[in-house]
């Protein structure tokens, strides 16, 4: 009785993944849209050619990402994107952490919106689309002015606030050992 049962449930088993395409091998062309190689480095390795505006950066914000982080990034529902102070102290509660409070490296801002962002539908902007919305939140946090570019060569270069933040590793005495930084 047993066995029978066992057979029956793996037959229903092997019929619904039939019928759900479980299994079913994707092609090159989909695979290559979720590969986001390289990965972007705090030197700007990894960048790809493009630039991006603040006045386009606003406009692809309130079409994609004001619905989740505010009309202005101050946060709901999810994390804020623009806050003070610059930058946060141990006292700082972590509800007001921001990209220009907190994050260390304006790359990174780069390679973390065109790989998680937009929620919900993640790596489906263009790679000019984030130089864009890069633009725009550096903007709002303080840390560029409204008509400065940013591409593959002037984002590295961004110094941002919290860059002091980050703790030396107590042997070496460098904040990352085993990568080089600029």
């Not at 603040?54 to 994107?81: D, M, Q, T, W």
């Not at 930058?87 to 952490?97: A, S």
């Not at 937009?118 to 008509?147: C, Q």
């Amino acid at each position: 009785m047993f066995r029978r049962i066992l057979l029956l449930v793996a037959l229903l088993g092997l019929a619904l993944g039939a019928r759900y395409n479980l299994g079913t091998p994707i092609t090159e062309e989909l695979a290559a849209q979720y590969d986001l190689r390289p990965v972007v480095l705090p030197d700007g390795r990894g960048l790809p050619p493009g630039e991006g505006k603040v006045e386009e950066g606003e406009r692809i914000y309130a079409e994609k990402c004001a619905s989740c982080h505010g009309a202005r990034g101050e946060g709901y529902p999810f994390n804020r994107l623009v806050a003070e102070p610059f930058p946060i102290t141990p006292d700082t509660e972590p509800v007001e952490y921001a990209i220009g409070n907190y994050w260390q490296y304006a790359t990174t801002l780069y390679d973390y919106i065109r790989r998680a962002m937009p929620f919900g539908a993640p790596g489906t902007l263009t790679d000019e689309e984030v130089y864009h919305l890069v633009a725009f939140l550096l903007y709002m946090n303080g840390i560029t002015e409204a008509d400065t570019p940013i591409n593959q060569k002037t984002l590295p270069q961004i110094r941002m606030p919290a860059r002091e933040l980050l703790d030396l590793d107590p042997e070496t005495k460098r904040r990352f050992p085993w990568i080089t930084l600029p």
